[in-house]
């Protein structure tokens, strides 16, 4: 028999239940649902809050698969130790520019031995050929460095203030659903409303050309241990990042 949940997730999951029933038919209002999250957030430590949108794509085609990277205007709430592949010059400013772990062929072979003690990975277009092997290492753990979301770059300087600012990496998984963190229970509502309609906007700029009917399927936000909030899915196709 499963574990029954506690008293503080029975009240929190009422909340939930209420603010839904008072709104009516549907979620609640991209405002009104972050809000929900702080208020029923129940965890001991600051919680990370995701959203879980289910887009109108078919994954099993690669041409509907959506996949990109939005720069949160107000960050994660999370330190994000950064590894750079790179060489001579391009090493050097990866250091300068605060970049975690730096490396050649030295860092390649560390991470081909197992250690992934990182957050995101940054690497220039020279060394791919090393690093492209590592993705049945990295991939999975979504550190790939890739050229779409700007991570296989000379300007390594600047790939490394994006994703130590905040910057984010979503994709389709096999049902079609983005999974993305945007922001702590700590932050104020606006901060985390702000966050949510950058992700929003960087999905609907990010749409497929060939996905036809409605695109925002079903949208819920989550914190850490905490109740699915749903939310107006209507209403979030209405946001628009800053």
Request: with cysteine; net charge positive; glycine share 10%.
């Amino acid at each position: 028999m499963g574990k029954q949940p506690g008293k503080k997730c029975l009240e929190a999951l009422k909340k939930v239940e209420a603010a839904l029933a008072a709104n009516g038919d549907g979620g609640l209002d991209p405002e009104k649902a972050v809000a929900m999250d702080k208020e029923t957030s129940i965890s001991k430590f600051d919680a990370t809050v995701e959203a879980h949108i289910r887009l109108g794509v078919d994954p099993r085609h690669a041409e509907q698969m959506v996949r990109g990277s939005v720069v949160l205007p107000n960050g994660t709430g999370k330190k994000v130790r950064v590894a750079v592949f790179a060489t001579a010059d391009k090493a050097r400013e990866a250091q300068e520019a605060g970049a975690d772990y730096v490396g050649g062929e030295d860092l390649v072979k560390k991470v081909s031995e197992g250690w992934t003690d990182f957050d995101a990975a940054v690497a220039t277009p020279d060394i791919m050929s090393k690093v492209g092997p590592l993705g049945k290492i990295l991939g999975p753990r979504g550190l790939m460095p890739n050229p779409k979301s700007g991570t296989v770059t000379f300007d390594v300087a600047r790939a490394i203030r994006e994703v130590k600012d905040g910057k984010i990496e979503f994709r389709t998984d096999k049902f079609g659903i983005v999974h993305a963190p945007i922001g702590k229970v700590s932050f104020d509502s606006r901060q985390l409303h702000q966050n949510l309609s950058a992700l929003v906007d960087a999905l609907i700029r990010n749409k497929p050309a060939t996905s036809k009917g409605q695109y925002l399927r079903s949208f819920y936000l989550a914190a850490t241990q905490g109740p699915s909030v749903p939310v107006d899915v209507k209403e979030a196709a209405k946001l628009k990042g800053t």
